[in-house]
């Protein structure tokens, strides 16, 4: 399946893009997702260890299941207020 | 009422739609733009959201300090863009029966707020650079 | 600054007087009167002050949370005379650097001021009955 | 000595006056100065268990002195706020 993860802030500026593509063969997991973004893009390397994924408007785990429908948006720790 | 804006927080009309003769105690909370951040000038801070997730986080927020608190009315706000020095980047109001009730429904909210709703800003710093901020003060190594 | 007054409080102002680009965080407490108080109807209040000491002992209770947090501006305001549901009877403003100091010093200067400024209320209840209100919310017998 | 005692809130309406003319033989204190006050104003009473009495703008005990010159003043708990 194909899914299409929105980025946001540092991880947008690390990609150069605010949008990732990435392919992933089902099931699939985030803790998958993760692996194969940074494959695409390594770049968000810098950024692994702390990037946080949002499957829906739920913050999602590495465990968390993917399916082709998911809106998925990875970025870093929040900072706003 | 929880809300994302480009606009300037209208702080006076935010603290008016929680007032209530139901209320006897009113706090207010605002964040603002600081200039001095452990030793260096800050010119300005831009805000970003992912503002679906935002807004959706906000409301869980909303609804669970009146799931703890006798909460009268809460309104919460957020700034995203441009923001200049002692510009409000967020607010939140509530009004409570009491006064304990109300610090402490204020506070969770901005607390809680920071912890996870998906905003970030960016340092302009007056060297001319700029650093997207990290939770706690800390910056991310560019 | 701290102030007794007889008019409204315009709350705005006294946030705009607290705000600096030096303070990251902002906060505003509001006393309002409130309608129902134990089960009894409230339809006005009436504050009176010993107003010489008032102004002293909000003076004092200013210059404690300077010493006690790193408060950049700090203003106090009591209202006296007749006040109808809803009026603000009370107002606090403070701005610190952060917001954890900016709430315990705004909570600590309205719980002092409730125990040692010495203005006292009078209830209107809905029955045509006034009373003089105790601390802690009793009621000092007729 | 003759003190002019503030009276506020239920202490000037048990009162009926917002002062109180005291006359005390000297030294006295604020203790002595209570007694007084419900000896010449016995509907005081009910309220003498929780009097608070301020010398100048500071509370006092019943052990601080007053001389003539001192701005005394009787009332109930507050409850401002």
Same mark, same amino acid.
């Given at each position: 399946m194909r899914i299409s993860v929105r980025l946001f802030a540092r991880a947008r500026d690390l990609a150069g893009a605010d949008r990732l593509d990435v392919q992933l063969s089902e099931p699939a997991t985030v803790g998958q997702l993760k692996e194969q973004m940074h494959e695409q893009c390594p770049p968000l390397g810098s950024l692994l260890p702390q990037l946080l994924v949002a499957v829906g408007t739920d913050y999602a785990t590495d465990e968390t299941p993917l399916d082709e429908t998911a809106d998925v948006a990875c970025f870093p720790p929040v900072s706003g207020g | 009422m929880v809300r994302l804006t480009?606009? !300037?927080?209208?702080f006076t009309a935010l603290t008016e739609q929680v007032r !209530?003769?139901?209320?006897?105690a009113v706090v207010l909370f605002l964040g603002t733009v600081r200039e001095m951040t452990d030793g260096r000038r800050t010119v300005a801070l831009d805000y970003e959201a992912y503002p679906e997730m935002a807004v959706a986080k906000m409301e869980e927020l909303h609804a669970e300090a009146f799931a703890r608190w006798p909460v009268t009315h809460a309104a919460i706000v957020h700034r995203l863009g441009h923001l200049e020095l002692g510009d409000i980047s967020v607010a939140v109001a509530v009004s409570c029966p009491h006064r304990t009730d109300a610090f402490e429904a204020g506070r969770f909210l901005i607390d809680r707020l920071k912890e996870v709703v998906p905003v970030w800003k960016q340092e302009n710093w007056d060297d001319g650079t700029t650093e997207w901020v990290h939770p706690d003060g800390g910056l991310i190594a560019e």
């Open positions: - | 480009h606009e !300037s927080i209208d !209530s003769p139901q209320a006897g």
